[in-house]
């Protein structure tokens, strides 16, 4: 009897070391993936302070944006002033933006950048959170200072970036800070698709003194910024 109950003892002691080595190898996979989800849980809810930050746009009014689709010099130089103080304001941590653009884009044989998915840049900003939002704040005081209303700075900065040659940049910050509570809540969100005409040869004039200057915000202009 004694040798029975001893060999059902030593039976449940190698099952529990059994279950134990299960569960932990099994939480070896499992752990990034909840490591990950509840990071970008966290990092959406440290996100939705974006849309508060918007709210601080003293110009509200409607852009009624032109059928020829085309820039004005005065657009452009308040554009390019924007973003050149958001650089400022955000000094060496403004690199954060490229090497994480760096990090999710590729591009096709044919040198055509491949947009990531929603769900992917969402990650990126997510570890981006801190800096992305003082980037906002900087932004959203530029705009302020420059007379911008939201609805004329995305319009504006979609057609300099465009008539600058990045194509690919098709996120809006405020279209992002709304993808961002919807993902939070658990929605699937598929990239917005944004199909503009050839852009202007006006547009590409007066953007061409400073193509280089906004092409080196690439990094910032990919998060929506």
């Known amino acids: 009897m004694k040798k029975f109950l001893a060999g059902c003892l030593m039976g449940l002691v190698l099952l529990g070391v059994l279950v134990g080595a299960t569960l932990y190898f099994a939480w ?37 944006p032109p059928a020829s689709g085309e820039l004005t010099e005065g657009q452009v130089t308040r554009f390019v002033r924007v973003q050149q103080q958001t650089r ?67 319009w504006v900065r979609v057609r300099v970036y465009q008539a600058a040659g990045l194509e690919a940049v098709r996120y809006d910050a405020r279209d992002l800070a709304d993808a961002i509570g919807r993902v939070a809540e658990g929605a699937n969100l598929d990239v917005p698709t944004v199909t503009l005409p050839d852009a202007p040869a006006a547009n590409r004039a007066l953007v061409a003194p400073n193509r280089d200057l906004i092409r080196s915000w690439l990094g910032m202009a990919f998060f929506g910024l």
């Open 28 to 64: 070896g996979y499992i752990r990034p993936v909840v490591t990950t989800v509840t990071d970008v849980a966290s990092g959406a809810t440290r996100l939705g302070e974006a849309m508060d930050i918007d709210r601080e746009l003293r110009n509200t009014r409607p852009f009624d």
């Open 88 to 154: 400022t304001a955000l000094g060496d941590r403004a690199g954060a933006f490229a090497d994480k653009y760096r990090e999710l884009s590729r591009s096709t044989p044919e040198g055509t950048v491949v947009v990531p998915s929603l769900q992917d840049l969402l990650g990126g900003v997510t570890d981006l959170s801190g800096v992305y939002l003082d980037a906002w704040r900087a932004q959203v005081a530029a705009m302020n200072e420059a007379g911008f209303s939201r609805d004329e700075f995305s």
